[in-house]
């Protein structure tokens, strides 16, 4: 299992995955049950940056549910972006570009409100130097923010593994939101917590235990706002 996992990181594991199995597929959640988070930090007006997009049809609920106009995607494959390219190319909104999440100087500093990541980062933590490629990852999605942006980082990373990590790539400002690995489009009755509401969350992320219990079957989703380019790397 090693090897598949370090592949996380490589462009040739996603081109063989994608030529061999070209439906579309969503890592952790769908847009329909990540709705209300994006609702709530992501203006309609803001440019959106979707990394390591995959074939999922996150970003076409983004446009056709969400109302949002301009979302570009981003993924090291190129047999996807082309596969997502010919999808929707009547589809002016939905921008595919092939592109390293570690190298994104194809765009200007600020060129984006938000960046949405689902799973990206935590691939690239699977893979090997995972620790340096994910600080290039992170430095790259700050920098291609606009000040006062933010970064949904949706993961299985606890605040133990994240927080440090986050905290360390960049100056970000972070609130945490969890929402059950299994969330449909039913709402269940009794959520663990309610996805719109922050979890308590200090230096070392303890209160986020103290608050789930242990051991939470949840997706963490974190908001990142970036601080002002004085810190700039």
Known sequence: MATGTQAYGE???????????????????????????????????????????????FSEGLVDEGGYSDVVNVDISSVVIEA????????????????????????????????????????????????????????????????????????????LYRLRLLKESCSWSIKLHVIEKLASEEKSDHPLWELTKPVPLNDDGSSVEEALGRNADVHYIYICTKESSANEH
């Open 11 to 57: 462009s040739w594991y996603w081109d063989n995955r994608y030529t061999n199995e070209p439906g579309p597929f969503d890592w952790y959640q769908k847009y329909i049950t990540l709705a209300p988070i994006i609702n709530l930090y992501v203006p309609q007006n803001h440019s959106i940056l979707v990394v390591g997009s995959g074939n999922s049809a």
């Open 84 to 159: 997502m390219q010919n999808k929707y190319k009547d589809r002016p909104q939905l921008k595919y570009v092939k592109m390293d999440v570690r190298d994104m100087s194809a765009f200007e500093s600020g060129s984006f409100g938000s960046v949405i990541d689902k799973g990206t980062l935590d691939s690239i933590l699977c893979g090997s130097n995972s620790r340096q490629n994910a600080t290039e990852m992170l430095e790259e999605v700050w920098r291609v923010l606009k000040d006062k942006g933010v970064y949904i980082l949706v993961t299985y990373g606890a605040p």
